[in-house]
């Protein structure tokens, strides 16, 4: 095999049939010099077990325990500092790859110094693997494949509030500059929106690449997340904290009325979120101190801008 390595990284938890067809999309790749590595912090064999003719037959693949009780990032972590390749690209372990995907990014990245990565339209199916129709957030951006300004595209997802650029299994970076985590905006590591974060931080000063076919397939299903308002709480606070630390920082949303504009619409949501769910933090749910922090930052800005 010749070119470029590239580490296709399978974090997996407890979904034996999705990862199987996972691992068999990133073995379809019509790119053949590949890492692919799976790290499994389910609660029992089920995963291993049902990749296990496919870890014998393909000396490419290598299987990963974590900790079954580690965070769901811990997991990502893990397969990340296993990674061999030049260029990295994380498969989540129930989302399908289109098989040119991996050659159609490279080739790309490879040709381009100054792109921090490559992203692509991802069509959403269900737990079948039934194509649904887009989300606002993961409508196609352009009509048709397009270089956009990291600047601009930070902007509009700080704007809007979504993450309009993919999950992780959309988008193909350089391991080297990933480093060590994966997550950290400003200094700050990201549980929720840790791919969020990671964009925000790589794509600054420099273009990305969106193409609009569907190189990847996010799934939507039942079991995705058993603590949705919970989940959806802590995304909300970190939402307005990657704004707040984003214009402290001068590196999106500088406008100061572009600003306040987005500050007020996400105060107008995030504050009844909070009260709605107030028993669930004062029970210890959510650790209460770091929405007070982010809080104490927003207002601050909103009174003293």
């Known amino acids: 095999m010749h070119g470029p390595l590239v580490s296709l ?20 790749q019509t790119w053949a010099n590949l890492d692919i590595v799976i790290s499994d912090n389910g609660s029992n064999d089920a995963s291993r077990d049902s990749v296990a003719d496919l870890l ?39 989302d399908l790859f289109h098989p040119d995907k991996v050659e159609r990014m490279l080739g790309i990245l490879e040709a381009n110094s100054d792109v921090a990565f490559v992203t ?69 590591q990201y549980q929720v929106l840790s791919d969020v974060a990671t964009w925000l931080s790589l794509m600054h000063g ?9 190189l990847s397939k996010f799934r ?17 606070v970190e939402w307005l904290q990657l704004l707040l630390d984003a214009n402290a920082a001068g590196l999106y949303v500088t406008d100061e009325t572009a600003f306040q504009r987005v500050l007020r619409h996400q105060l107008d949501s ?12 004062r029970e210890g749910a959510t650790h209460a101190e770091p929405i007070q922090r982010v809080l104490r930052q927003a207002f601050d800005r909103l009174f003293h801008s």
């Open 9 to 28: 990284l399978i974090p997996t938890h407890n979904r034996p049939d999705y990862l199987r067809e996972a691992v068999q999309s990133a073995q379809a």
């Open 56 to 94: 014998a037959q393909d000396s490419r693949i290598r299987y990963l325990r974590c900790p079954e009780r580690s965070y769901y990032l811990d997991n990502w972590l893990n397969a990340l500092s296993e990674a061999r390749g030049e260029y990295v690209n994380f498969l989540m372990d129930d």
């Open 220 to 236: 939507l299903h039942g079991g995705q997340d058993q603590r949705r308002a919970l989940q959806a709480l802590n995304a909300n």
């Open 120 to 188: 692509s339209f991802r069509q959403l199916i269900d737990a079948q693997g039934r194509n649904l129709p887009s989300l606002p957030e993961t409508a196609p951006l352009f009509g048709s494949d397009a270089v956009v300004q990291g600047q601009a595209l930070g902007d509009r997802v700080l704007q809007t509030g979504g993450n309009v650029i993919g999950e992780p299994t959309t988008v193909m970076m350089r391991r080297t500059e990933l480093g060590a985590g994966f997550g950290f905006f400003c200094g700050r």
């Open 270 to 281: 995030l504050v009844p979120f909070l009260t709605r769910h107030a028993d669930a933090v």
């Open 206 to 214: 420099r273009r990305v690449v969106y193409l609009r076919d569907p």
